[in-house]
């Protein structure tokens, strides 16, 4: 006699005989509770036609060893022929007359390793044909909401399928295929719940882009397609003209198969081409993916055009731009691809506007190039294209034309500048806007002028001025040295370069200096009382003025000073590439002469202004025209004034006469003691302004300001 015994761990979830189909019987169990199982000594046993005991020997499951929470097992009448309907095999082969071997009609039941009934189908002893648990030519599927097996039949815990449903047992509602068991995972032979729904993988959804000339093939495309869990094949159907296959280049058609094993496949590569008989534009379509035996698919859309075979030529790029260069110097090169089908005359290839083109990276260089077709086709060709202008030109602005005869001329816009330097009178590249930015900035150009004064970058680089016969200067820069050029005042320069600003002062940024002469006379400096835009880059003075904050000495390094002239107060910069830090400063009131500058971080750029003197000479006491001493005055003359070939100091009634000679920047030109007048030759000197510091033994001096 059957034991019942309470056991909660495994039950039956699916008895399956669709259409009396050996190949197709299985019983599937589970495992429902938190806890392993071990199915060693387990068995699934059958009671058939009525019989009271089931069978002495059913399906071992001993080989199944442990089943996890979770995990399924399925055990089938048949798993050669199994595998052959299905695509996988069972983990159990039960054999004919098995367990799993039932029409429908039968009991079914699982018995632990101490003989005990687990869970079951059906009432023993009983012939099931004509009963509610009669499922011939159908299934018999255990409701979700089971979580506990049962040694006793009860009709509510079942779904029952029958080709003919009895009458007078529980409505069931029919659910889909498979839901509540899932599709089993063949990897394992043992499948797991919690991942038993049948998944579809194609990668990308949306191939674009085909083109097709009527009577060829489109180039093919590709998606990878992939699948788990599947109970069976996977079927693809295209539409829209769309061949799919499963080898490049032959086997097309507008349906495949790709077969699973054990339930899965694998990423599988499907090309696919547009190959359609008539024009049509858009030509679009999808395929559609269908998992055999399961109500579950994908599709991958498609997107192509469908052209007539007219003679046409394709560009892979309709846009160049950022093409620079100088005159003399082609542009560096950028490129695009011509190819063309159906053609019946040659591509020609045409541009101008200072834009030249090639069939190869190094040239020749011209305004057109001729492509010829093969068997009507012109296969994908570099062109090559670089700007080479004449003259200067911003923003060039033309079109590479590409044409053949019937075929639609197709472009592509190219765009850029040429630079030059071009010479312009300082005074032009120098004005500024409302904010105080320079009209020319960017602008490449030619300039020439005199240096004055000194380099105040000291180092590698430059930071000078150069002043024109117009009287307008400019500041010259670069942070490394240029064409080995040493800064000396008198030089006059001609330069290359590009108008830049820093900080309000308008620059150029030097690219070559040549030297045409040198010595050349200075400008006299202006007189000015006030610092501002007129004053940058100039050569100017700030007469009696006196230091805002008493020193005896310039402080060291490079530092700003303020002067006042007792109405107005100016800013100097002592530059540290000069010999001012550290040295006297002049007591009361002083003239002092140099370069306008300015420093505004700002916009508007209209402020900061400052001046640089350019040495220690550049300092002079305020009487530079007349006697500080009235008593040395009667003893000395210094003639002529202006000075020509020689200068003549005559004195009489002193024993020693300390003699020094400074130009307009400060520099010394000669320092004599003279017991005696003397004659001193001026042939050499540079046309300008010049100072001579006259004093005598008892300290009373003279200073003469002289024009040369």
Wanted: aromatic share 10%; hydrophobic share 35%.
């Amino acid at each position: 006699m059957l034991s019942l015994f309470s056991y909660s761990q495994l039950i039956i979830t699916e008895i399956a005989d669709p259409n009396d189909n050996a190949a197709a019987r299985y019983v599937e169990i589970y495992n429902v509770s938190g806890s392993s199982v071990d199915l060693t000594d387990w068995e699934i046993r059958r009671w058939t036609n009525g019989n009271a005991g089931p069978q002495a020997t059913g399906v071992d499951l001993t080989s199944i060893g442990i089943l996890d929470p979770g995990e399924f097992v399925l055990i089938a009448a048949n798993a050669t022929e199994f595998q052959n309907a299905y695509g996988f095999a069972p983990h159990i082969e039960a054999g004919t007359g098995g367990a799993s071997d039932s029409n429908g009609d039968d009991q079914i039941a699982i018995f632990d390793a101490s003989d005990n009934t687990i869970d079951i189908f059906g009432v023993p002893g009983e012939d099931g044909t004509g009963t509610c648990h009669e499922f011939e030519d159908g299934r018999a599927e255990r409701i979700a909401t089971v979580t506990a097996s049962n040694p006793v039949w009860d009709e509510s815990e079942w779904n029952v399928w029958a080709d003919s449903q009895v009458t007078g047992c529980t409505s069931h509602t029919q659910l889909p295929v498979n839901a509540g068991d899932g599709i089993y995972d063949p990897g394992f032979w043992i499948g797991s719940a919690g991942n038993t729904n049948p998944t579809v993988t194609v990668t990308p959804n949306l191939l674009t882009g085909f083109v097709q000339f009527v009577g060829t093939p489109s180039a093919e495309q590709t998606f990878d397609i992939s699948g788990t869990n599947l109970p069976g094949d996977l079927d693809l159907t295209s539409t829209g003209d769309y061949e799919i296959s499963l080898t490049s280049g032959t086997g097309f058609g507008t349906s495949l198969t790709v077969q699973s094993a054990n339930g899965d496949v694998a990423p599988t590569p499907v090309y696919v081409r547009l190959n359609g008989a008539s024009e049509m534009n858009p030509a679009n379509g999808l395929i559609a993916v269908v998992i055999v035996a399961a109500l579950t698919g994908d599709t991958v859309d498609l997107e192509g055009q469908i052209l007539n075979p007219d003679p046409v030529v394709f560009v892979s790029e309709d846009t160049l731009s950022g093409f620079s260069h100088f005159v003399g110097t082609p542009s560096d090169v950028q490129t695009f691809e011509v190819s063309g089908n159906y053609l019946t005359d040659v591509v020609n290839i045409t541009i101008d506007n200072g834009y030249e083109i090639s069939v190869g990276a190094g040239g020749p260089f011209s305004n057109s190039v001729t492509l010829t077709p093969v068997g009507g086709d012109i296969a994908p060709t570099s062109i090559f294209v670089r700007l080479n202008g004449p003259i200067q030109s911003y923003n060039q602005v033309d079109s590479v034309i590409i044409s053949s005869t019937g075929a639609m001329n197709v472009y592509v816009n190219v765009s850029g500048d040429t630079f030059d330097y071009l010479p312009y009178p300082i005074g032009i590249v120098t004005t500024n806007d409302t904010s105080g930015v320079a009209d020319s900035l960017g602008v490449y150009v030619q300039l020439s002028g005199i240096v004055h004064c000194i380099d105040f970058d000291g180092n590698d680089g430059y930071s000078f001025t150069i002043i024109d016969n117009n009287m307008h200067g400019i500041n010259v820069f670069n942070y490394a040295d240029v064409s080995n050029y040493v800064v000396n005042e008198g030089d006059e320069l001609w330069l290359t370069g590009q108008i830049d600003q820093y900080n309000g002062l308008t620059e150029i940024f030097v690219d070559s200096i040549v030297v045409l002469s040198q010595n050349v006379a200075t400008v006299s400096p202006v007189v000015v009382t006030a610092l501002d835009e007129s004053t940058e880059s100039q050569l100017v003075t700030l007469e009696n003025v006196d230091f805002v904050t008493p020193i005896a000495t310039f402080p060291t390094g490079s530092n700003n000073i303020d002067l006042t002239d007792g109405t107005n107060v100016y800013t100097i910069r002592i530059d540290s590439d000069t010999d001012i830090p550290g040295s006297n400063t002049p007591q009361g009131p002083f003239n002092v002469t140099g370069i306008g500058g300015q420093y505004d971080s700002s916009s508007p750029y209209d402020s900061g202004y400052q001046l640089f003197p350019c040495g220690t000479g550049s300092f002079v006491p305020s009487s530079t025209t007349g006697v500080l001493s009235s008593l040395l005055a009667d003893y000395v003359r210094v003639f002529p004034n202006p000075v020509g070939d020689n200068l003549h100091i005559d004195f009489v009634g002193i024993d020693e006469l300390d003699v020094e000679i400074l130009d307009a920047q400060g520099r010394q030109i000669q320092l004599l003691k003279l017991n005696d007048s003397i004659d001193i030759g001026t042939s050499s000197w540079s046309e300008g302004i010049y100072f001579i510091h006259l004093q005598d033994s008892e300290g009373n001096t003279f200073v003469q300001k002289l024009i040369k």
